[in-house]
């Protein structure tokens, strides 16, 4: 059963335009969301982070979303580079640091020049 | 400073074999975590040790699976009696005392023939 999910599973967006990548979680104790980045044969690299004391976190070109009550976040990032081309994980933790990670499938971005 | 590292990258092995895999997180990291992703998946959640001492095993699948941590810094995941269904990318991630953020390895690719 699924806790994490990003039904995407591509996207492709034009260089200098928006990305939007979606996530939906069912486990209502989540309370801390993340997003990695990989690229192949690296492992994930940490985004940004968002507690659910907060809807909005920013940091540069990223910034994450998120609704608790439609239990869903989404990761926005203005202006999207083609450096930004690669997989993008959605995980959650509980109350906590120091708690695994629930991660989703991940969504491949491609940002075309 | 130096990332997590991870060794071997690489490990092919035949059905039935035992194998190790190592992980050296960051230094003075206390958290080291275990996950295990495969093809078209997320990163599932194996172990997690705080210090020495394993604060959560609930994602080992089964009781070929172990881990160790002697002197809370390196750790090992062994696996015995390997099988096809074992082949994955095996990564490992280390945080801070009292972080949600982890931060990971290349991981090992094991490939059981």
């Known amino acids: 059963d699924q806790q994490v999910k990003q039904n995407s599973p591509s996207l492709s967006v034009q260089e200098g335009r928006i990305s939007i990548l979606n996530c939906d979680y069912t486990n209502s104790m989540f309370d801390y969301f993340l997003w990695y980045k990989k690229y192949p044969a690296e492992g994930p690299t940490f985004l940004i982070s968002i507690s659910s004391i907060k809807d909005k976190n920013e940091d540069g070109r990223f910034t994450v979303f998120l609704n608790k009550s439609a239990k869903h976040l989404s990761l926005h990032i203005v202006p999207s580079q083609p450096g930004d081309s690669a997989v993008y994980f959605c995980a959650a933790s509980y109350t906590g640091a120091n708690s695994k990670l629930t991660f989703g499938k991940g969504i491949t971005l491609s940002v075309r020049p | 400073g130096a990332g997590v590292s991870q060794t071997p990258s690489n490990k092919v092995t035949e059905k039935g074999k035992y194998v190790e895999l190592r992980c050296d997180p960051i230094s003075g990291h206390t958290a080291l975590y275990w996950y295990r992703q495969s093809l078209g998946q997320g990163p599932e959640f194996l172990i997690y040790f705080q210090g020495t001492g394993a604060a959560d095993d609930s994602g080992l699948p089964n009781d070929r699976f172990f881990a160790v941590r002697p002197e809370g810094s390196v750790s090992t995941l062994k696996i015995q009696r390997t099988e096809r269904g074992d082949s994955a990318v095996y990564l490992c991630?280390?945080?801070?005392?009292?972080?949600?953020?982890?931060?990971f390895g290349p991981g090992t690719r094991l490939t059981v023939l």
């Open positions: 991630a280390s945080s801070p005392q009292g972080f949600n953020e982890q931060f």
